[in-house]
T-cell receptor, first 109, second 114 residues
């Protein structure tokens, strides 16, 4: 089977740094993606890591360790608009993508 | 920008009704998907299609069927709606056969079955 585990909620203060972790169990691993979803909105793609290491895109970075079956999303200089749900996801053979249950991020002033 | 449009934002249907959820994408994407989203369960794949008239079961296909007669349109059908199908339904599309091709989602249809 395939599964992804991520915390259900994280709270942080505006301007801080927050890390959202994801551990996965898959039969065959091709990479780890992250999606953001604001309340009432559509999930939107943030990043994809196929290889170990850190990928940076502005205030957001994503990290992968294939040997540990682990990745994280790092959000820096948190803003109120970053309050959203964040999903890790893995391709699962062919065209399927499997999602974690999501982490709800609350950013406080 | 890719646009994925779902025909209804909110739907209320009665138990036993046949329900059609429609999705259209405007970027000529080969692949289209239907997910349902429930609190604490994330997004679960119902069905997907990688070409016109092709369909594949996802992880929770029971009680659903799909239709893809044209490349841009992918319909989800609930043959006989039940209360446990009350959920948010998300349509998505993606390009090509790349394993990391990102999904582009619509805004969702919140279906309530009473």
């Amino acid at each position: 089977g395939q599964s992804l585990e991520q915390p259900s909620e994280v709270t942080a203060v505006e301007g801080a740094i927050v890390q959202i972790n994801c551990t996965y169990q898959t039969s065959g691993f091709y990479g780890l993606s992250w999606y953001q979803q604001h309340d009432g909105g559509a999930p939107t793609f943030l990043s994809y890591n196929a290889l170990d290491g850190l990928e940076e895109t502005g205030r957001f970075s994503s990290f992968l360790s294939r040997s540990d079956s682990y990745g994280y999303l790092l959000l820096q200089e948190l803003q109120m608009k970053d309050s959203a749900s964040y999903f890790c996801a893995v391709p699962s053979g062919g065209f399927k993508t499997i999602f974690g249950a999501g982490t709800r991020l609350f950013v406080k002033a | 920008d890719v646009k994925v449009t779902q025909s209804s934002r909110y739907l209320v249907k009665r138990t036993g009704e046949k329900v059609f959820l429609e999705c259209v994408q405007d970027m000529d994407h080969e692949n289209m998907f239907w997910y349902r989203q429930d609190p604490g369960l994330g997004l679960r794949l119902i069905y997907f299609s990688y070409d016109v008239k092709m369909k594949e079961k996802g992880d929770i296909p029971e009680g659903y069927s799909v239709s893809r007669e044209k490349k841009e349109r992918f319909s989800l059908i609930l043959e006989s709606a039940s209360t446990n199908q009350t959920s948010m339904y998300l349509c998505a599309s993606s390009f090509g056969q790349g394993i990391n091709s990102p999904l582009h989602f619509g805004n969702g249809t919140r279906l309530t079955v009473t």
